[in-house]
């Protein structure tokens, strides 16, 4: 038997910005919450077709404050760097009473932008989902992408409770797990967690790049697990990581500072031929990966769950 439909938090819904994020909040809505009115706007005109033709939305907008105005939800689904913008344009039709919240991977500077340009009445409330994929665009996202993630509220201080029980409720429907938490605290956690993991996705992909020529290719031809997952990271929107960095620089470079202070260590533990500090770390972070399955946050399938016939090769 399908599992009944959850009450809708919201009478109308509008998301800004229809890529990867957006439209898999649109598709888990069309899921999970039926009866809410939706509707998204895009400034890209291919992504409002693609969005009209998935049937995301009861109505594809260009203008983000004629989609606003009625809603008492608004979510941005726009790069963080763009956020201030957004919030602006959208002020003279957001409604009184409405929750303003977004879906950004950085909370203090989204928190200070929408306080600074919302409308009073308006009830500010930033979010972020952990959860997304390299990929990128309208149809890029899945209604399963928030199932059993963990999406973090860092609401402003003078939002009722109420308020925020109701975007909580509205996470949980799509099926997050749902944690509040400070802004700042927020980003330290996070630059840790995924941004410096894709800062040194990054730079190790294009250090790569930059030996490909003198290789012959052979970097690329001969790539192995490790190098090839790093890849995978190194492929997400550049638009939304150039911001994103910008916007947590305090945070991603203390994180930088701490990274490079351990990585010194261990080049002087290779240098040495300390083997035993080596293994003591590779155990020590081996015991962090099992505990990430066991939190549910990844599976425990060979090579990320992969399907591989019997006969292929495996990578050294």
Known sequence: MDKPAAPSPFQRLAII??????SSVARAVRTALPDMGL???DSNAAHRTKLSDLGLADKVFADAGDAVRGADGVLLAVPVGAMADVVADIAPTLAPGAILTDVGSTKAGVLSAMQAAA???????????VAGTEQSGPEAGFASLFDGRW??????????????????????????????????????VLAITSHVPHLIAYNIVGTASDLEAVTESEVIKYSAGGFR???????SDP?????????????????????????????RAIRWGDGDALYTLFSRTRTIRRSIIDAGQDDAAPDFGRHHSDDSPSDA
């Open 239 to 267: 638009t939304m990581w150039r911001d994103v960095f910008l916007e947590n620089k305090d945070a991603v470079l203390e994180m930088l500072g701490r990274f490079s202070e351990d990585l010194t260590a261990l080049q």
């Open 17 to 22: 910005g229809g890529g990867l994020i957006g």
């Open 229 to 235: 997952d790093f890849t995978r990271i190194a492929a």
């Open 39 to 41: 509707v998204i706007a």
């Open 119 to 129: 409308p009073k009445g308006v009830h500010v409330i930033p979010g972020h989902p």
């Open 151 to 188: 999406c973090i509220l860092t609401p402003a201080d003078d939002v009722p409770n109420a308020k925020v029980d109701a975007l909580t409720q509205f996470w949980q429907a799509l099926g997050a797990k749902v944690e509040l938490m400070d802004a700042a605290h927020h980003d330290r």
